[in-house]
T-cell receptor
Framework: QKEVEQDPGPLSVPEGAIVSLNCTYS??????FMWYRQYSRKGPELLMY????GNKEDGRFTAQVDKSSKYISLFIRDSQPSDSATYLC????????????FGSGTRLSIRP | EPEVTQTPSHQVTQMGQEVILRCVPI?????FYWYRQILGQKVEFLVS????????KSEIFDDQFSVERPDGSNFTLKIRSTKLEDSAMYFC???????????????FGPGTRLTVL
């Protein structure tokens, strides 16, 4: 079983729709959960950062973590064409190194 | 807003040549990382660096790779003898450590695209 699994898509939705992206993971030691956005041939840009279980909201973005199910989600409300990008889930355990393990990314396209 | 910078943006080299990829992390950050992303694949951890030494490295980070913080601002990744399979985007990242609970946020640079011919 892969450490982090993410549906690669592509996912195409109309402008204004609610987008739901998710990942599952197998390592119980993960405590930090992140979502990065990556445009083509650019570096990952941190969108959301969550510690342990729960919800976190930032503008149109909501991140949810369910550690009991080993499942994390990112919701995008009122999606815009500028949200079109690849979304990477990422996670790490508590350690001095704190290396990040990434999902494979979901390619999202918002149709005007 | 402070950001991680990387140079060059694109490096082309011949197989067997040495390359050095350069990064300037965010100034008050203490932890530094290199990741790579082969075209069409996921971002993979290579190495982490703290207090002037490697704290963790992946299986990818073999004897051909080395990292260095030669001065107070730069962080470099050296590949001694490049192979075709080293062609990838290389990302530098850094993170702070503070008491606010946000100590695990890593900020990534724009990447260096390495092409080995």
């Amino acid at each position: 079983q892969k450490e982090v699994e993410q549906d690669p898509g592509p996912l195409s939705v109309p402008e204004g729709a609610i987008v739901s992206l998710n990942c599952t993971y197998s390592n119980s030691a993960f405590q930090y959960f992140m979502w990065y956005r990556q445009y083509s041939r650019k570096g990952p840009e941190l969108l959301m950062y969550t510690y342990s279980s729960g919800n976190k909201e930032d503008g149109r973005f909501t991140a949810q973590v369910d550690k009991s199910s080993k499942y994390i989600s990112l919701f995008i409300r009122d999606s815009q064409p500028s949200d079109s990008a690849t979304y990477l889930c990422a996670m790490s355990s508590y350690s001095s190194a704190s290396k990040i393990i990434f999902g494979s990314g979901t390619r999202l396209s918002i149709r005007p | 807003e402070p950001e991680v910078t990387q140079t060059p943006s694109h490096q082309v080299t011949q197989m067997g040549q040495e390359v050095i990829l350069r990064c300037v992390p965010i100034s008050n950050h203490l932890y530094f990382y290199w990741y790579r992303q082969i075209l069409g694949q996921k971002v993979e951890f290579l190495v982490s660096f703290y207090n002037n030494e490697i704290s963790e490295k992946s299986e990818i980070f073999d004897d051909q790779f080395s990292v260095e913080r030669p001065d107070g601002s730069n962080f470099t990744l050296k590949i001694r003898s490049t192979k075709l399979e080293d062609s990838a985007m290389y990302f530098c990242a850094s993170r702070a450590f503070d008491s606010s609970g946000r100590e695990n946020e890593q900020f990534f640079g724009p990447g260096t695209r390495l092409t080995v011919l």
